[in-house]
């Protein structure tokens, strides 16, 4: 039982320990073999917290890129939101031109009727208005220059009318 306990904890090291003491035949065997195997234990703790950083440092390396996937898929989808807020917008806009199109044709069809409207009715429908102004009073030059009233001229008119009849 014992043997299997120095097999198991300090064969390998015992081992290539007396291998050493053997190959290079110091002066004091047992010195030379002690500091062999405190610097056997130095060297595998080193290995030991190497491969412990190594194990971290592959974790981290994976952390970190599944890390970098996620920013990638997050990026993806945030430009896939900008062009379909970007195509709800053109739309927008796109609707917003052709309602105002209709509106500005609808609108110019509305003024060519007013228009139509305003110069079939005549004068009198004009002067009739409220706010209209008063048109009654207009002066003319007549054939010898002088100033002449349209008052003046209706009046003439309405007498000649009035002596006809």
Partial sequence: MESQYLKRCLGSCL???????VEHQPADPIEYLAHWIY???????????RMLERIELEQQREAALV???MLRKM???????QQKLEEQHQGQLE???EELKLQNEEDEMLLQRKDQEENEKTIAELTDRL???NLTR?????????????????AEGEQESSQLT
Avoid: C, H, W
Wanted: aromatic share 4%; net charge negative; charged share 45%.
């Fill in 15 to 21: 081992k290539k320990g007396l291998a050493e003491v």
């Fill in 39 to 49: 610097n056997y234990r130095r060297i595998l703790d080193e290995e030991k917290k």
């Fill in 67 to 69: 890390e970098l996937e």
């Fill in 75 to 81: 990026k993806e989808e945030e430009l896939m939101i």
């Fill in 95 to 97: 609707q917003e031109r």
């Fill in 131 to 133: 706010g209209a102004p």
């Fill in 138 to 154: 207009v002066e003319e030059l007549d054939e010898n220059g002088q100033f002449e009233s349209i008052t003046d001229l209706m």
